[in-house]
């Protein structure tokens, strides 16, 4: 699990193809304290690192991530939100972020609002449902908080605003149209949901 609070932006220093992707990403981590084996989710993917440097740690990234993920992520010279999995006892800053993708978005329009960044992103329709003003959304691995959302014409439109650390501290601070991002949806939304389907079954 996961806050999605970023801790470091890495860079994608190779991309290399052995059957799956293996990236190696260049990370200011102190890599001699991650294990082989453990988790780092990279912009909102929880990947497993297969091996690492002084500077560096590798990940695979399967045909499956690749096609339910945002394009242009894992490519070499790619900035990439980085978060260490979180331990037991650490402060959950942001809210709770499993890592797997639930769908992509294209980032519409990028504006001014006060000292912050507005944006508006249009997400599949069938995340329209776990969307709410003033609930929670990962964006990239970011913990983020939905502003307004509405449907239009078989989406869901919704906005939040990127504060001046969070832009200096995470990829968002070079956002612009046409960007798509890997989008989670608040865990605590999914289990809702399922809990109420499993419900209605039942009084079917």
Known sequence: MFTGI????????????????RLTIASGYDLGSVDLGSSIACSGVCFTVVDKGDDWFAVDVSGETLSRTARDLWREGSRLNLERSLRIGDELGGHLVSGHVDGVADVTEVRL????????????????????????????????????????????????????????????????????????????????????????????
């Open 6 to 21: 970023t801790t470091d932006v890495g860079t994608v220093r190779s991309a290399e193809q052995r059957g799956d992707l």
């Open 113 to 204: 609002d006060g000292g912050s960044t507005r944006i508006t992103v249009r997400a599949p329709a069938d995340l329209s449902p776990y969307l709410a003003p003033k609930g929670s959304i990962t964006l990239d691995g970011v913990s983020l908080t939905v502003n307004e959302v509405r449907d239009d014409g078989g989406s869901a439109i919704f906005t939040v605003n990127i504060i001046p650390h969070t832009g200096a501290h995470t990829t968002f601070g070079e956002i612009a149209v046409g960007r798509q991002l890997n989008v989670e949806i608040d865990v605590i939304a999914r289990y809702l949901e399922r809990m109420l389907a499993a419900r209605a079954h039942s009084t079917s």
